[in-house]
């Protein structure tokens, strides 16, 4: 017996995602523009990594909460108190962010670590005995993740990132150890939340085109500009929502036991953190393309404009290889020609020029990949 309130849950197919989630997560993606604009600001290859570091800091954060209202969604008040605590702790964390790497990091790692806290004893409260039963395989872990991630904040601003980087490997760690546990993962709620961070880290996208833009003048050549780059983010979207999205979720409705868990661990938890690392990174690149659309981008804006469309295309690679065990080929050779334009043509043609090449490889790759499955599904009704 326990004296811990304990939520009712929620039977599977009832369980949608709430006004109160997606305003949690509205708040959570200043945390994403933050992170880019901490970039931006430090555009060099130390700047990219620190970015990319606190990327996975704030999604892992981020995730805790996924996991934990897919067992009860948001009815209960406590729920909805403990939710509204951490959107105020996201706030503080984002307004402390760029000062991360500085002697005052303490105050995103307070921040953060309190965000954590909170996630943590929520979960805890929402949970049935069979829920508690499995977050006790990955709390020690979690926590100890967590304090390192604090201690870090202490710490001098020289070492702090290999002591985040421990803290996030403990956090791996924290995941493994849970793997033989049965998580109830409710499939549509689980893939709505995925699905919808990704819309809302996009929007990001359009932010940063907006906020290239400042004053400038309108012209034909910024229209030209502005319409490729929006093909891009429109083909980002289509490569997850199209198909892919669907596939994953009713992959996970198929999936019963601890491989639901699993399933969910890697095809959402695990490959849609470089979807998120690589659109945040993709919006700082973006910037200088719209910015100066006519001159040859700088190579580290080079490899972030290539390196972010790559790493969303690794992320859909991750995640169609831990439902079918296979490779999608399209994806793996448009992320090869990118990579390869990129390295070859970058310091010899306009960033416009680049961004269009892209542009024109990845909507041919999504091309190909839609006739493919179109050929499948019909070879499959016959």
Do not use: C
């Amino acid at each position: 017996m326990t004296d811990t309130p304990e939520v009712e849950l929620v039977d599977e197919d009832e369980l949608s995602v709430s006004p109160l989630e997606l305003f949690f997560d509205l708040v959570f993606v200043f945390a994403i523009a933050q992170i880019a604009a901490f970039v931006r600001h430090d555009l060099t290859w130390s700047g990219v990594g620190k970015g990319v570091l606190l990327v996975v800091l704030v999604y892992w954060a981020w995730s805790l909460y996924t996991w934990g209202l897919n067992a009860t969604g948001t009815s209960h008040v406590y729920v909805r108190l403990a939710l509204l605590s951490a959107m105020g702790t996201i706030l503080l964390m984002a307004v402390a962010l760029p000062s991360a790497f500085t002697e005052d990091g303490w105050h995103f790692a307070a921040a953060l670590v309190a965000f954590r806290l909170i996630g943590t004893g929520m979960y805890y409260l929402a949970a049935g005995e069979e829920q508690r039963a499995a977050f006790s395989s990955f709390f020690p872990l979690a926590t100890l993740g967590a304090a390192v991630t604090l201690v870090g904040g202490f710490m001098d601003p020289s070492v702090r990132p290999w002591v985040w980087l421990g803290a996030i490997a403990v956090d791996v760690l924290a995941t493994r150890a849970a793997e033989r546990a049965d998580w109830h993962v409710r499939p549509a709620h689980f893939a709505e939340r995925y699905g919808l961070l990704v819309i809302i880290v996009l929007g990001e996208l359009i932010v940063a085109i907006g906020v290239g833009l400042g004053d400038f003048e309108i012209t034909t050549s910024l229209g030209v500009t502005l319409s490729i780059a929006f093909v891009v983010v429109a083909a980002l979207w289509w490569s997850y929502f199209d198909r892919a999205s669907g596939f994953l979720e009713e992959t996970l409705r198929t999936r019963t036991g601890i491989e639901r868990g699993r399933f969910a661990r890697d095809a959402y938890t695990g490959a849609h953190l470089p979807l998120v690392i690589g659109i945040a990174m993709f919006a700082v690149a973006l910037e200088e393309v719209v910015v100066h659309p006519d001159e040859h981008i700088e190579a580290i804006a080079a490899v972030l404009l290539a390196g972010g469309i790559t790493l969303v295309i690794v992320s859909f690679l991750l995640a169609g290889y831990s439902a079918t065990r296979q490779i999608p080929v399209e994806r793996l050779t448009g992320a090869a020609v990118i990579i390869a334009i990129t390295a070859i043509a970058w310091g010899s043609i306009s960033s416009r020029t680049l961004l269009a090449l892209h542009a024109v490889v990845l909507v041919t790759t999504l091309i190909v990949e839609y006739r493919r499955w179109s050929h499948d599904w019909q070879r499959r009704a016959a």
